[in-house]
């Protein structure tokens, strides 16, 4: 596609429950960014991908969060036993290498009940 | 016409001059926040608003919410302030679209 593409949109869970999003970067883009946006707060740097390692984890909240990237390119995001803190908008962004311009998704929207 | 506009889209400067950096919507919205950039590293969200003004060290943020414009000032500048600024604004609607400026490259030479 032209552009980063996450799924789901959006996304209802139950509290405890796991949860998987995915980040589809530019083709040919060999950096990747999670940030997340909770209600009222500002953008926050989660994990960041060169290739299929992650140089800097220091974002990632707690131990529940893990991130992958397989192939240089798909990336998923994965939360385990949701909290309802959890609930925040995911955003993943590429760039042509780090430090380049970053491209954002439109990102995913979780809600924690 | 893009939903957010920044200009200038690059800026060189001296050390210690006063930097204005603009950003223009055409959208509702319910927050603007500007974002830094730095070579190599992620986004840091440096201010976050709705309404008047915020001031964090020598970095001043600005809205006016009847004009649809922010204005991101930084005073002293330095070396260090070089980087990507953004913009981004957070919409009215209940989707609460996150709509991003292209950025602004403000290089500042010592």
């Known amino acids: 596609g032209a552009g980063v593409s996450q799924s789901p949109s959006n996304k209802v869970t139950e509290k405890g429950k796991d949860v998987e999003l995915r980040c589809d970067p530019i083709?040919?883009?060999?950096?990747l960014y999670w940030y997340r946006q909770s209600l009222g707060q500002g953008l926050e740097f989660l994990i960041y991908?060169?290739?299929?390692?992650?140089?800097?984890k220091s974002g990632l909240p707690s131990d529940r969060f893990s991130a992958e990237r397989t192939g240089g390119s798909v990336s998923t995001l994965t939360i385990q036993r949701t909290q309802q803190e959890d609930s925040a908008v995911y955003l993943c962004a590429s760039s042509f290498s780090p430090g380049g311009i970053q491209y954002f998704g439109a990102g995913t929207r979780l809600s924690v009940l | 016409k893009n939903e957010v506009e920044q200009s200038p889209q690059n800026l060189t400067a001296q050390e210690g001059e006063f930097i204005t950096i603009n950003c223009s919507y055409s959208?509702?919205?319910?927050?603007l926040h500007w974002l830094q950039q730095h070579p190599g590293g992620g986004i840091v969200s440096l201010f976050m608003?709705?309404?008047g003004k915020k001031k964090h060290g020598r970095l001043i943020a600005t809205i006016n919410i009847q004009e649809k414009h922010s204005s991101l000032h930084i005073t002293a500048s330095h070396p260090r302030d070089s980087a990507v600024y953004i913009c981004a604004v957070i919409g009215g609607n209940r989707d609460d679209k996150i709509i991003f400026g292209k950025g602004t490259r403000l290089h500042i030479l010592p």
């Open positions: 608003l709705s309404s």
């Open positions: 991908f060169q290739g299929n390692s992650a140089p800097d």
């Open positions: 959208v509702g919205i319910s927050a």
């Open positions: 083709s040919g883009h060999t950096a």
